[in-house]
């Protein structure tokens, strides 16, 4: 595998998502909390790269060939 493997357009490395700011939660308990959210997106991109990292084994282990 080399670098441009890596770089493939038609199948990018996932991207984590953005964390919330700490003043965007207002911490009345809202049933939709930005950071409910976020722990979902972050759990999300996790297994999301986990499978692009196994499409991709080259990037765990940093090897190129």
Same mark, same amino acid.
């Given at each position: 595998? *080399?670098? !441009?493997d890596?770089?493939? =357009?038609?199948?990018?490395? =996932?991207?984590?998502?953005? @964390?919330? $700011?700490? *003043? @965007?939660?207002? +911490?009345? +308990?809202?049933? %939709?909390?930005? %950071?409910?959210? #976020? $722990? @979902? @997106?972050? !759990?999300?991109?996790?297994?999301? %790269? $986990?499978?692009?990292?196994?499409?991709?084994?080259? #990037? $765990?282990? +940093?090897q190129?060939?």
């Amino acid at each position: 595998m *080399n670098s !441009a493997d890596l770089d493939d =357009p038609a199948d990018p490395m =996932p991207q984590p998502p953005q @964390e919330p $700011a700490p *003043n @965007e939660c207002c +911490g009345s +308990g809202c049933p %939709l909390c930005v %950071l409910d959210l #976020y $722990a @979902e @997106e972050l !759990a999300r991109y996790r297994t999301q %790269l $986990a499978a692009w990292k196994l499409r991709h084994p080259g #990037y $765990a282990t +940093g090897q190129s060939t």
